[in-house]
């Protein structure tokens, strides 16, 4: 068995910083085979319809959603920031008494943007550091996050699909055509209990883990995954063949736009090209339900257009837009006394005094 992420659950975020500043002209890329995105390369907080909230359009759903951070409670302890009602893991600095703070694991997601600067002036010197990734289609600019950060990078752009475009013109022919090869011997169902395909999830889930020796918040756990399936918001696929599961396709639905999360599938499913089936089955069964799709990105830190899982994406999605890596300094002498203990000082890692310490 093995599995694929979507893009946004592969990366360790102790990134090189020097790696992920990406070339602006990155950002956003339309193939002439694809329908161009409605926005430019500059991130646009969207105008969703029927708001729940009215300046970004999300409810407690997915990302934004409490549980979700709780899920990941054996890798952080989950803090609320009130004002913005979003959510951090704080962590102990190995080997000191002091505390610094990630985003929740793939993407940070809050409900109001505006309040989130001050959030972070009320931490003071609580914590050392904090490192997020803004879900992408939140309500914030750019502009906003550099008010709230003390470094603001382009990480990886993410491979999205407006689903008000027409499939047939969007997804690329060989795709399609590996579509049509696959549905012979693979079927693919929408789960309506996440919940209760737990224990297959984790079974395909755990061979990957211990095969590829994934550790730290990367390979989450049967606990978190129990919490994650039950969160509003949680849509599931499955691909089923020779009378038995192939693969599982995870997503989370915040207002007007579906996130991958993760997804795996069996040596079997791979065999058959399941994700091909499975990817042509969302996208249908989203369309009508939400105007976007975030694939993820490519693969590694600085994903490109030429690897395989950007080729891979590419051919369902009509765009691209930015994600961001979101850094912030609360204690500066702290920060770098920490560094410097650990002889990391200058390093193009974030947060320095953790390079070279997993994830």
Known sequence: MGIASHGQGCDDRAVRMSVARLNPSQLFRSETSAVPLSYN?????????????????????????????????????????????????????????????????????????????????????????????????????????????????????????????????????????????????????????????????????????KRHHITGIRAFSPEAFAKQLAIPGMVMFEAQANGGTVGLDLWYTQADVAYGHLVAFSQLGYELRASYATKWFMLNHFAGKVRWVDLGGGAGVSSNATDGLSVYKEGWSTGTVPAYLCCRIFNHSLYDSLSAARGTTGSSYFPAYRAGIPF
């Open 41 to 209: 390369m500059d991130h646009v907080i969207p105008e969703f319809p029927g708001q729940v909230h009215a300046r970004t359009g999300l409810a407690h759903t997915g990302y934004a959603h409490a549980d979700y951070a709780a899920s990941l409670a054996g890798f952080g302890t989950p803090r609320h920031l009130r004002r913005c009602d979003g959510w951090i893991l704080e962590r102990q600095i190995p080997g000191t008494p002091y505390r610094d703070a990630i985003g929740p694991y793939p993407l940070f997601s809050c409900l109001d943007w505006s309040q989130l600067a001050q959030d972070l002036d009320e931490v003071g010197t609580d914590l050392v550091s904090l490192m997020v990734v803004p879900a992408p289609f939140d309500g914030y600019s750019r502009p906003l996050l550099e008010r709230c950060f003390t470094q603001v990078i382009p990480f990886k752009s993410h491979y999205v699909t407006d689903l008000t475009q027409p499939l047939e013109k969007i997804v690329k022919k060989s795709h399609k055509d590996t579509v049509a090869r696959a549905a012979k011997r693979v079927a693919v169902s929408h789960c309506v209990d996440p919940v209760a395909h737990l224990t297959k999830w984790v079974e395909l889930f755990d061979v990957l883990v």
